[in-house]
């Protein structure tokens, strides 16, 4: 699609989430409402099987941005901490943002960043709306003058029903907080404010040059925790929901489903998973206060969502929506409770690397749904085809293009001659993962996944092996089951020849090991 009419070409707005768990809008689930997604879902593809390549903010962006696997670009965890191996992502990588800048796109973003620490979306070509802070915690300037203006108090609101990490979730002194209510309107939240400024965005586009096409990006700070929702009834003109109930009384604790995988044992898995419930302080916590976190979050996704109907319904106010393509997803998913645990870490559990991804589009295909293992950074070369520029080489990523065309009615076999993903002339049956650790210390993992089974290599630990079919909890871990022997060396195999294409640096120690195991 290259060298395409500048005129032709179509607007794209990518909507990211913080955090957001695959099943929470997932297609015939009626537990968390998503009015959102299911509109995207109604007029474009939703990809059921989209991944993230890694399980943590900075480097998942980072790979969103260079279209590269983790160890390709080389931002192994968060930025912002002194552990940082890399804290900014380095300039001579090409990025798809400085690719639509170069070919006459006009770049916005607004929302969270965290893609290196002295970096901001002004360096990769992007004209930057703010909404941003250093981490999760400080307001921007931007957002401060908002509260300003609404007369909000600068500092936090007073809180109520608390739950923080530590012995007694009731007790602020010692934990982190995890999930809250505040008696504040819920225009004075920063979702709120995020989707306002995306929507004046659009209607400057919209009063602007239509022979300038577009890029704009949108960050939301969520559901990542703390899962804090408003104790107020959002506006029935905004939301499409009759007779709106106030967020933080949606979802009632009483009534959440206990997931099959929170009777998790650790029998047989990796030490570290049982050590990260007393490291990120949820040891203690009982059914109950899963309970109550679960629902705050599902608050906090459902108020997200409505600001993202916001943003779409502003597209088809300012008439932008048949120009327009539209992208939702996430960096990654979070445990909530599932396996009882709390945000992510090294755990390669379907939880935080299943992420919801949907594509509309006015030339896409509607009401459909795709099956093939896809990534996140997928959409790095799916953006620069939409846009009729070329994919630079050293993308690692896959136009999803192919998946979108109303003319193929078997996705499965898109031919991908260009070999991206090795030599392999079809799309991969099978998606790679990685985990290099956060501040818990460093923990080099691998993982290759069908839509059968899971292999995890845990250099310092026990390997994991799951029959997904049997047990897509995830519960068993079958690796030293013989009768899974035949299995097992298949999905080593798989991985070491993933790790060989991607250009592993681990690849020389790693594939010897499983060689040898297998």
Not at 194 to 221: L, M, V, W
Not at 501 to 506: A, F, G, I, S, V
């Amino acid at each position: 699609m290259a060298d395409a009419d500048a005129n032709s070409r179509p607007n794209i707005l990518l909507v990211l989430t913080d955090q957001e768990r695959y099943d929470v809008s997932a297609p015939g689930d009626p537990q968390v409402e998503t009015p959102g997604s299911d509109w995207l879902s109604d007029r474009g593809v939703r990809f059921e099987q989209a991944f993230t390549p890694i399980s943590i903010c900075s480097s998942a962006r980072a790979s969103l941005l260079t279209g590269r696997f983790p160890h390709r670009h080389g931002m192994l965890n968060n930025c912002h901490e002194p552990d940082a191996l890399q804290p900014n992502l380095p300039t001579d990588l090409p990025t798809f943002s400085e690719e639509l800048a170069n070919n006459g796109y006009n770049l916005s973003y607004i929302g969270k960043w965290h893609v290196g620490r002295d970096q901001t979306p002004e360096d990769f070509g992007f004209s930057y709306l703010g909404g941003s802070d250093k981490h999760h915690d400080d307001l921007d300037a931007a957002f401060r003058e908002y509260r300003k203006e609404r007369g909000v108090p600068l500092g936090e609101p007073y809180l109520e029903d608390q739950i923080y990490t530590g012995e007694d979730p009731r007790d602020a002194s010692e934990g982190t907080l995890v999930a809250a209510t505040a008696p504040i309107d819920v225009e004075d939240t920063r979702a709120w404010f995020i989707a306002q400024r995306t929507i004046e965005r659009i209607k400057e586009y919209a009063n602007g040059s239509r022979y300038t096409p577009f890029f704009h990006r949108t960050d939301f700070y969520g559901p990542h925790h703390p899962y804090v929702v408003p104790d107020a009834k959002p506006d029935p003109d905004t939301v499409p929901r009759p007779d709106p109930k106030p967020y933080s009384s949606m979802y009632k604790p009483e009534k959440i489903n206990r997931p099959p995988s929170y009777d998790e044992t650790y029998e047989g898995k990796p030490n570290v998973q049982k050590n990260y419930l007393a490291y990120r302080g949820v040891a203690d916590f009982d059914w109950e206060t899963w309970a109550e976190v679960i629902a705050k979050y599902r608050e906090f996704v459902t108020l997200i969502n409505d600001q993202l109907w916001r943003i779409l319904e502003a597209l088809e106010e300012h008439g932008l929506d048949n120009e327009t393509v539209v992208v939702h997803a996430a960096d990654h998913g979070d445990f909530v409770g599932h396996h009882r645990q709390f945000n992510k870490g090294p755990i390669m559990y379907d939880d935080t690397y299943r992420i919801p991804l949907q594509i509309s589009g006015p030339d896409f295909k509607k009401k459909s749904s795709c099956e093939s293992p896809v990534y996140l950074h997928d959409l790095a070369a799916t953006f620069l085809e939409i846009c009729g520029v070329d994919i630079p080489d050293t993308f690692d990523s896959q136009s999803l293009v192919p998946f979108l065309d109303p003319e193929r009615e078997d996705p499965t076999e898109i031919d991908i001659t260009n070999g991206r993903y090795g030599k392999s002339g079809y799309w991969p049956r099978s998606i790679f993962g990685q985990y290099h650790g956060d501040e818990f210390g460093l923990y080099s993992q691998r993982m290759v996944r069908t839509d059968q089974y899971k292999y995890v290599y845990n250099g310092p630990d026990i390997d994991e092996l799951y029959d997904l079919e049997a047990d897509p909890a995830e519960l068993q871990n079958l690796i030293d089951d013989p009768e899974y022997d035949a299995e097992r060396r298949k999905m080593r195999q798989r991985l070491i020849k993933w790790m060989d294409r991607t250009e592993d640096p681990n690849r020389m120690w790693v594939t010897g090991a499983l060689e040898d195991a297998s």
